[in-house]
């Protein structure tokens, strides 16, 4: 099937989708339905808040403990202090990666020697010298069917196409917006299907080549994937269709590849997990509004903008309208999982919180517009629409308050689903395992973990961006007027 099929097939929620589930799967929408306590204009304007995005933007990628990270969580804490909002630090340490320099040379048996255009390379992969490791270039199959055998000091080239993501299996629609979008079947988002290269380190492998086969090599250039992974033992580039293709062409004939990955571990490296608290009416039931703030690029993540956002508007209303205080966790760990608890540290540290939360709202990946490859795989552009947003909650209370919420916004393409087959994606499930009611907002654009030095600033929206916050500001006034057991309401 072509790649213009989204990388996804698509499928009308009014016709198939909805003749497995029934229109009863749909939640009822009250049309033109209006927020009471929603005050706009108090609201940062769209130009404040892309202000900010610029900014970060311009810090560069934002793993987990660098220079850009530290920077960035700085800045969202002394502006959060600012406002008038409580903010404690949870303090981490890590053995920081960091890629310095990579390339890939390729001395065929005859001909001339040169120099293969890398896409980017497995993060916390092995390192090298500067001069690289060099060996015979072995072909070793095609991801998940691999050949182990005669890898001993050798360069292991591998093939792998993207993982499919059967949205119209794991998710019920609790509603979509607009009501006659198309809601995909499927997805196959840019991100690498190989996500562990230590059996190769122990056939003996002295590094690995993977190859996009299905993607473009624009739409693969500078993707960190997969991330959040522990150190692999041997180093991994990787390279796009053609240059993969050239290299089998070359190895059939004998080939010798030198793979240079320069890279420095930096032990101990500290980073900061922020919990802002803004005191409402009542400190014995809290709304949580939480994201994580370490990402490759200018949309993942900058959740921590939306709740910045969020945080002035609400710091502006008077503490008698506000019910409940709102706890505002901006985690850190997501690109380092194997050290960094991020959400999973604060339910553990916090279980009176988590008690005390009868709602959480989840908000990553904020004004996201949609790129797509050709049916050719070879030109990367943008649709001119927005990305698809999958908003997951299990419960039907907050699915009709965000469906609701989305009615007439400039946040068009969002579907609200019911994560029926473990459909969680992000920083939402854990928060949901804990028992907390809970609406995960997330994105999955292409060039999510892309990581170039523009953060993909292009390819966002400074008005979906702003619709997005305004929605969030709705929800969470919702939220704040319901009781605890309407938003657990199963039925």
Request: with cysteine; charged share 20%.
């Amino acid at each position: 099937m072509p790649v213009s099929r989204r990388h996804f097939m698509e499928t009308a929620v009014s016709a198939s989708t909805l003749g497995v589930l029934g229109r009863d799967a749909l939640l009822p929408v009250a049309r033109g339905a209006t927020v009471p306590d929603y005050r706009p204009n108090l609201l940062p304007s769209q130009k404040e808040v892309w202000d900010w995005q610029v900014w970060m933007a311009k810090l560069g990628p934002k793993y987990t403990g660098n220079k850009a990270h530290a920077t960035f969580v700085d800045f969202l804490a002394s502006h959060l202090q600012e406002l008038g909002l409580d903010v404690a630090r949870e303090h981490y340490s890590f053995p920081r990666w960091e890629a310095r320099r990579w390339a890939l040379t390729v001395n065929p048996a005859s001909g001339q020697s040169f120099q293969a255009p890398v896409t980017s390379y497995f993060p916390y992969s092995g390192q090298t010298p500067a001069g690289g490791v060099s060996g015979d270039l072995v072909y070793a199959g095609h991801n998940p069917s691999f050949d182990l055998g005669g890898l001993q000091g050798k360069i292991a080239l591998v093939d792998f196409a993207v993982n499919t993501r059967q949205f119209g299996e794991i998710y019920k629609p609790w509603g979509i917006y607009p009501s006659d979008a198309h809601f995909p079947a499927e997805v196959h988002p840019a991100r690498a299907a190989i996500s562990d290269l230590t059996p190769f380190q122990k056939a003996g492998a002295v590094g690995v080549i993977l190859v996009w086969t299905d993607v473009s090599d624009a739409n693969a250039m500078d993707q960190y994937t997969p991330f959040s992974r522990p150190p692999q033992g041997v180093p991994g580039l990787y390279v796009g269709r053609e240059t993969g293709a050239k290299l089998k062409e070359m190895l059939r004939s004998g080939a010798k590849a030198t793979l240079v990955l320069e890279a420095e571990t930096f032990p101990d490296t500290s980073t900061d997990t922020l919990i802002a608290t803004l005191p409402g009416v009542s400190s014995n039931e809290v709304i949580l509004v939480n994201t994580h703030t370490d990402g490759p690029n200018a949309t993942e993540e900058n959740g921590g903008l939306g709740i910045l956002a969020l945080a002035k508007y609400f710091s502006r209303i008077p503490k008698a309208d506000r019910k409940r205080t709102l706890v505002f966790p901006l985690t850190t760990g997501h690109f380092a999982g194997p050290w960094v608890p991020s959400i999973r540290g604060v339910i553990q540290k916090y279980p009176d919180l988590i008690h005390n939360a009868v709602a959480a709202l989840t908000v990553e990946h904020l004004g996201c517009r949609e790129w797509l490859d050709d049916d050719a795989r070879l030109n990367y552009k943008p649709t001119g629409e927005n990305e698809w947003a999958v908003a997951i909650t299990e419960l039907p209370s907050p699915g009709k308050i965000l469906v609701e919420a989305l009615q007439g916004s400039g946040d068009r393409k969002t579907a609200v689903v019911n994560p029926v087959h473990g459909g969680w994606l992000g920083k939402g499930g854990s928060l949901a395992r804990a028992g907390v009611p809970t609406i995960g907002y997330i994105p999955q654009p292409n060039y999510l973990l892309a990581g170039p030095a523009d953060g993909c600033i292009e390819k966002l929206s400074p008005e979906r961006l702003h619709s997005e916050i305004e929605v969030f500001a709705k929800v969470i006034h919702k939220m704040d007027s319901m009781s605890a057991a309407e938003l657990k309401q199963k039925a």
